[in-house]
């Protein structure tokens, strides 16, 4: 989620997401997530539980499923067509050791203190609304000597092609797109410093490269402008146009995007990704 959007426009697109950004852009980071936390506390370990927060369509928690398929986990999101994507897959897939619910991250009401050995959140919490709250609550949920992996993103991909489009095509010398994510947690020491705030201590933090695997840059205009399902991070980037500046935008947007990324399969994002262990 990126910063700004909200919980209905991911409930309409939760099964889009699925398709075009979590298996090619999420899914490898959960996976290598997942594996570092490990290192640290080996999720084998007898009475690990591990909670995925702000699962999404349940990338870290189907990931942890597949590898540790007694190890009881809990994925919770405040997006509620989310849960029902995840129910979809985690059912067909028949994982029976992961429970699904609606959570705020910022309020994970539902969950006692002290519930969990591995606490994973990926992609989430630079669009919470209190990404220090998202940080504390993680922390309470979290046992004493368990683990968190966490990662962000820095958000930016899209944001330097919508600026250029919008000055060129509008005539706006001066503007500056929207932040695709909080700045507290937009690089790999902005999140060591949110955590630490928290309470927590951090092993290690880092930036990684995550690519779309656009396989032309058809996907890419296609994924952005595509009215159908209208995804929350293009209606961001592009919420102050109407339907006229709308028009005068796309091809200046395309123009831009080829500036940007000149070679549309080799876009990526960086996320910041960083393992702790709650004190």
């Excluded at 009475?47 to 349940?58: E, L, M």
């Excluded at 705030?197 to 690519?211: F, R, S, T």
């Excluded at 091809?251 to 702790?276: C, G, H, N, R």
Aim: charged residues 25%; negative net charge; hydrophobic residues 40%.
């Amino acid at each position: 989620m990126a910063t700004g959007t909200t919980a209905d426009g991911w409930d309409k697109n939760a099964e889009y997401y699925e398709a075009t950004i979590g298996v090619n852009l999420t899914e490898p980071l959960a996976r290598d997530l997942v594996s570092w936390a490990s290192s640290v506390n080996p999720l084998e370990t007898k009475g690990s539980k591990a909670f995925d927060n702000g699962c999404g369509t349940g990338l870290v928690a189907r990931t942890l499923a597949k590898l540790y398929p007694d190890l009881p986990i809990v994925a919770a999101d405040v997006s509620s067509g989310m849960i029902r994507q995840a129910r979809k897959v985690v059912e067909k897939e028949g994982m029976k050791n992961v429970t699904l619910q609606v959570e705020d991250a910022t309020n994970l009401q539902g969950l006692a203190d002290e519930s969990f050995t591995h606490t994973f959140c990926l992609a989430m919490i630079g669009s919470a609304p209190d990404p220090q709250k998202v940080a504390s609550e993680m922390y309470r949920v979290t046992r004493s000597g368990g683990v968190l992996g966490i990662g962000s993103w820095v958000g930016h991909c899209w944001p330097e092609a919508v600026q250029r489009a919008v000055r060129r095509a509008l005539d706006k010398p001066d503007y500056t797109a929207p932040r695709m994510v909080d700045p507290s947690t937009g690089s790999a020491e902005a999140l060591r410093k949110l955590l630490q705030d928290a309470g927590w201590e951090v092993l290690d933090v880092k930036e990684q490269k995550a690519y779309f695997n656009w396989p032309n840059k058809q996907a890419a205009m296609d994924f952005f402008f595509d009215k159908e399902h209208v995804n929350p991070i293009a209606e961001l980037m592009s919420k102050e146009l109407d339907d006229e500046q709308m028009r005068k935008f796309r091809p200046e947007f395309e123009k831009a995007f080829d500036e940007v990324w000149p070679d549309a399969t080799k876009m990526y994002e960086t996320a910041p990704l960083a393992v702790a262990r709650k004190k």
